[in-house]
């Protein structure tokens, strides 16, 4: 039996704290080949996840511990859903191929992710081509923009 304690958890957000991305996970699935991915990951709110897309898999996403946003984005970069995640709703399903986000809102939040695996490492296609890659000091303001980012809006820097 495949097993996740309290005390895990925290110590999987000790170690994001710690961790120069600001992010740890926890691998449920035995390889990376296997057919459907299953991973907690502890994401502290300096945490930058680029916007990106999955073209091979939908992504379920439910929280362990504390609040993300979660936004949907066209092509054009303009939010088509907004949610938060462990606030008013407990479980997000992103469609394959949709650009997506996440947001951490809390210190020691842990989110659990399943998709169909493969492990694929992301291409520079797979993020959005408006989002500032993880190394321009412009995801700053790209993470300030998801705390209060709209359906229908668009992140001013594009």
């Not at 740890?24 to 991973?39: G, K, T």
């Not at 907004?82 to 951490?104: F, K, N, P, Q, Y």
């Not at 842990?110 to 998709?115: A, Q, S, Y």
Request: proline share 6%; net charge negative.
């Amino acid at each position: 039996m495949n097993k996740l304690s309290c005390e895990h958890l925290s110590g999987l957000s000790n170690e994001a704290q710690l961790s120069p991305r600001q992010r740890m996970n926890h691998n449920f699935h035995a390889e990376l080949s296997d057919p459907i991915q299953r991973l907690a990951i502890a994401m502290e709110p300096d945490t930058y996840i680029r916007p990106h897309r999955h073209r091979q898999s939908w992504e379920l996403l439910t929280s362990l511990r504390g609040r993300f946003v979660v936004l949907n984005f066209d092509d054009t970069g303009a939010v088509i859903d907004r949610s938060v995640l462990g606030d008013d709703i407990s479980v997000i399903e992103t469609a394959t191929g949709c650009w997506h986000a996440v947001l951490s809102l809390d210190t020691g939040g842990v989110i659990f992710e399943v998709k169909h695996g493969p492990y694929v490492p992301f291409r520079e296609d797979d993020f959005a081509p408006w989002s500032p890659p993880a190394d321009d000091d412009l995801n700053r303001a790209l993470m300030g923009w998801y705390h209060e980012a709209e359906i229908g809006q668009r992140w001013p820097g594009i």
